[in-house]
T-cell receptor, first 115, second 116 residues
Framework: EAGVVQSPRYKIIEKKQPVAFWCNPISGHNTLYWYRQNLGQGPELLIRYENEEAVDDSQLPKDRFSAERLKGVDSTLKIQPAELGDSAVYLC?????????????FGPGTRLTVL | AQSVSQHNHHVILSEAASLELGCNYSYGGTVNLFWYVQYPGQHLQLLLKYFSGDPLVKGIKGFEAEFIKSKFSFNLRKPSVQWSDTAEYFCAVNPGASGGYNKLIFGAGTRLAVHP
């Protein structure tokens, strides 16, 4: 069974440039999560989707970050414009549903460096 | 502020030594508890989880964790580590178990290095 797929794996951009990350969850998983992991810290949730609906985006910096999950399958996270502080690893995860405690499966992440 | 705390950021052990990684959380009510592991160059993967019932949980690769509700702790243990256990370990809490939603709050992680 294929795991969570993310691309690109690495991205280097200059500040003020836009950037987008793509995620394809495990087939059949209705819930999709985007996390940001800063150096030396654990992942922090940015947004959670139930199918195509964003049900928890309280931690998403909405002035520059946006996300979509068209058709409730794959998802894109965008930053425009990027700032130096956005350098981090962006992780996508998926789970069958959002029942409390169900296992989340993580992708390999996209390492973003903003110069 | 509510949080998940991992006491040690870096741990260095020799093979066959015993391991205990501490994790404390500050959320009340019903929680689900997890330990995730990230081996070098690999993605995060689940090591073990606690939902309810027996507070001593056994996971993959000989790991176990004990939930002590009164201490708000979920420490990870392994009696005898191997070089292949070198990885970063993350404790995570779902504080929304009683509310029926799934949101993981992660600790900062512990980097374990095992020397042969």
């Amino acid at each position: 069974e294929a795991g969570v797929v993310q691309s690109p794996r690495y991205k280097i951009i200059e500040k003020k440039q836009p950037v987008a990350f793509w995620c394809n969850p495990i087939s059949g998983h209705n819930t999709l999560y985007w996390y940001r992991q800063n150096l030396g810290q654990g992942p922090e949730l940015l947004i959670r989707y139930e199918n195509e609906e964003a049900v928890d985006d309280s931690q998403l910096p909405k002035d520059r970050f946006s996300a979509e999950r068209l058709k409730g399958v794959d998802s894109t996270l965008k930053i425009q414009p990027a700032e130096l502080g956005d350098s981090a690893v962006y992780l996508c995860a998926s789970s069958l549903d959002s029942t409390g405690g169900v296992e989340q499966f993580f992708g390999p992440g996209t390492r973003l460096t903003v110069l | 502020a509510q949080s998940v705390s991992q006491h040690n950021h870096h741990v260095i052990l020799s093979e066959a030594a015993s391991l205990e990684l501490g994790c404390n959380y500050s959320y009340g009510g019903t929680v689900n508890l997890f330990w995730y592991v990230q081996y070098p160059g690999q993605h995060l993967q689940l090591l073990l989880k606690y939902f309810s019932g027996d507070p001593l949980v056994k996971g993959i690769k000989g790991f176990e964790a004990e939930f002590i509700k009164s201490k708000f702790s979920f420490n990870l243990r392994k009696p005898s580590v191997q070089w292949s256990d070198t990885a970063e370990y993350f404790c995570a809490v779902n504080p929304g178990a009683s509310g029926g939603y799934n949101k993981l709050i992660f600790g900062a992680g512990t980097r374990l290095a095992v020397h042969p």
